[in-house]
């Protein structure tokens, strides 16, 4: 019968024990303290780029309104050159913001095709599961 060490030891090994437990909740707490200021730090940065588009949006939409209202005041009186430069300005206005649009609806069709291309694999990998399961039974009738 093998004897056992004697309870200073025991409890020397206890604490030791205890020790190495302590330390791996810190680890883990530390490692939680780490992910939660990352998460804020990209919610931060987020939100940063949020408000610079906008910003952005709000500045477009003042300029064509100052275009809009510089071209509306101006009918009364013929400025040519300052008029086809107000033109100029809401069409440049107009242009970006297609182009936006135009890009939000590419991204839009992008990701409309990845979700069916992701649906036709997880239906590809349901069939095959399908097969593979009906192999297996077909198997083990034939071992019978």
Excluded: F, Y
Aim: proline share 4%.
């Amino acid at each position: 019968q093998p004897v056992p060490p004697p309870p200073a030891v025991q409890i020397l090994e206890l604490r030791q024990l205890l020790l190495m437990a302590r330390q791996d909740s810190v680890n883990t707490q530390q490692q939680v303290i780490n992910a939660g200021h990352q998460l804020i730090m990209t919610e931060q940065e987020m939100a940063r780029r949020d408000d610079m588009h906008q910003s952005q949006l709000r500045e477009m939409k003042m300029r064509a309104e100052r275009a809009e209202n510089l071209l509306d005041s101006r009918q009364g009186c013929r400025d040519e050159p300052k008029e086809k430069e107000l033109e100029e300005n809401v069409i440049g206005v107009n242009d970006r913001a297609k182009q936006k649009n135009c890009r939000i609806d590419k991204l839009s069709d992008q990701l409309e095709k990845e979700k069916n291309r992701a649906s036709e694999m997880e239906k590809s990998v349901s069939d095959l599961t399908t097969q593979l399961e009906e192999e297996k039974e077909g198997r083990s009738r034939s071992d019978q």
